[in-house]
C-alpha cells in the first residue's frame, strides 16, 4: 500500500473561501483600527467607541505630551544656538488640556497619598533608676548645627496661564551646582536639560510640583538648567534659588 503526504484535491481550500478569509481578516483589521488605534494613540474617534472606553482620552494626552516635547526640543535648539525666543501668547484652553490638566492634578494628588506616611509611636519600658543614681544629673550634648546651604543667586519670577520660561547655568564638566525652587499660588511643570559641546542633554522632567531641590552634574561643560511652564489656570510666583560650583546663572527665555 502507498501512503500520499499530499492532500486531495477535495480538502484544499477553494478559491471563494480564501476570498472570504481575506475579507473577514481586512474587516476585522479595519475595525480593531477605527475602535482602538486611532482613538488610543491619536486621538480620533470617528464611531464614538472610545469615549465610551476611555482611549479617546488617552491618544489626546498622549498627542498633546508629544506636541509638549516637540516645543521644548525646538526651545532648547533655539536657545543653544543663541536665538532670542519670546514667550508664547496664552493659548484657550481646549479639551485635550483640560484633560492633561486633570492628568496633572491626579498624578500630583498620588505622590502627595505615596508620601504621606502615617508615624506611629512605639512606648518603650525605662527601668527606675536607683536613688543614688538619679541624683547625679546626666550631662546633655548640644546638638551639632546643621549648616544652611548657601545659595549664591535667587530669582523671583510670575508665570501667567500657559506661560513658560527658562533659566540656565553656565557649568564646566562635573561641576555640582545645587538648587530649590518654590512656586506661590499653584504648581507647574518643569525640563531639567542642558547642551554642550554639541550635545543635548535631559536630565530630569517634573508635574504639578509646588517644591522641587537637587543637584546638577553635568557630564559636559555648557548651559543646564529648568524650562518652567504654569498648566494652571492661575498665575504663580516661583522662587529659585542656585548654589555650588557654576559661572553665572542666566535667563533665556
Known amino acids: 500500500m502507498y501512503n500520499t503526504d499530499f492532500p486531495s484535491k477535495a480538502d484544499l481550500p477553494t478559491t471563494d473561501r480564501l476570498i472570504r478569509s481575506t475579507v473577514i481578516a481586512g474587516v ?3 475595525a480593531i483600527l477605527v475602535t482602538v488605534v486611532l482613538p488610543s494613540e491619536y486621538g480620533i474617534d470617528p464611531t464614538g467607541f472610545g469615549r465610551l472606553t476611555g482611549l479617546t482620552a488617552m491618544g489626546q494626552i498622549k498627542m498633546q505630551l508629544a506636541e509638549e ?6 526651545l532648547s535648539a ?10 508664547p501668547t496664552p493659548a484657550p ?3 485635550t488640556q483640560q484633560l492633561a490638566a486633570r492628568v496633572d492634578a491626579l498624578e500630583s494628588l498620588i505622590l502627595e497619598l505615596q508620601s504621606t506616611q502615617p508615624t506611629v509611636a512605639v512606648p518603650t519600658e525605662v527601668a527606675p533608676a536607683p536613688a543614688e543614681l538619679a541624683a547625679v544629673p546626666t550631662p546633655v550634648e548640644a546638638p551639632e548645627p546643621v549648616a544652611a546651604p548657601l545659595w549664591r543667586d ?28 518654590v512656586v506661590d499660588g499653584g504648581v ?10 554639541g550635545q543635548s542633554l535631559t536630565y530630569e522632567k517634573g508635574r504639578g510640583l509646588a517644591s522641587d531641590a537637587g543637584e546638577l552634574i553635568p557630564p559636559v561643560s555648557g ?15 516661583v522662587t529659585l534659588r542656585t548654589g555650588g560650583d557654576y559661572q553665572e546663572l542666566r535667563k533665556l527665555i
Open 28 to 30: 476585522s483589521a479595519l
Open 69 to 74: 516635547a516637540a516645543a521644548g526640543e525646538a
Open 78 to 87: 533655539a536657545a543653544a544656538a543663541g536665538t532670542a525666543i519670546p514667550n
Open 93 to 95: 484652553a481646549t479639551d
Open 154 to 181: 535667587e530669582v523671583t519670577f510670575t508665570l501667567t496661564p500657559m506661560e513658560g520660561t527658562e533659566y540656565k547655568l553656565v557649568m564646566q564638566a562635573g561641576a555640582v551646582a545645587t538648587y530649590e525652587f
Open 188 to 197: 507647574i511643570n518643569f525640563d531639567a536639560h542642558g547642551e554642550g559641546e
Open 223 to 237: 548651559t543646564h538648567g529648568w524650562f518652567f511652564r504654569n498648566r494652571g489656570s492661575d498665575d504663580v510666583v
